[in-house]
């Protein structure tokens, strides 16, 4: 994601995916505000049809882009496969599932560092994770 100089930042995004017992949500976040949290969770469940509960824990930063890696690492969790460390993601998630455009070219950075990235500006980024997925474990 975007640091404060503009130059990119790194960041360990982890998440752990738990089905909801009940009407309650059960979120516990560190590093991303849990209104975030279950905004992004919200649009997930609209998106794949299924019903989520989850625990996400963003290390290293409160990044204001890391909406891809959350939600990457909400989906890979809710599939039992968790992302390779090759794969970058960066962008902030709209409510209609696409992703905005970032304040760096993510593409480039990532494929500097030698990662592959999805979720590219317009793109939905549920369906490029899905097509992804499959490829990447």
Known sequence: VPGADGRPVVIEVEAMIVPRAGSERRLVASGVSRERLATLIAVIERELGAVLDGDVTVRGTSAVEADAAVVA?????????????????????????????????????????????????????????????????
């Open 73 to 137: 690492a909400l989906v890979g969790a809710s599939r039992g496969a968790p992302w390779p460390p090759s794969v970058a993601f960066c962008g902030v998630m709209r409510l209609d599932g696409t992703v905005a455009a970032t304040s760096i070219d993510v593409a480039a950075e990532a494929q500097g560092m030698g990662c592959r990235w999805i979720g590219r500006p317009g793109e939905k980024l549920i369906a490029a994770l899905d097509r992804s997925h499959l490829r990447a474990v």
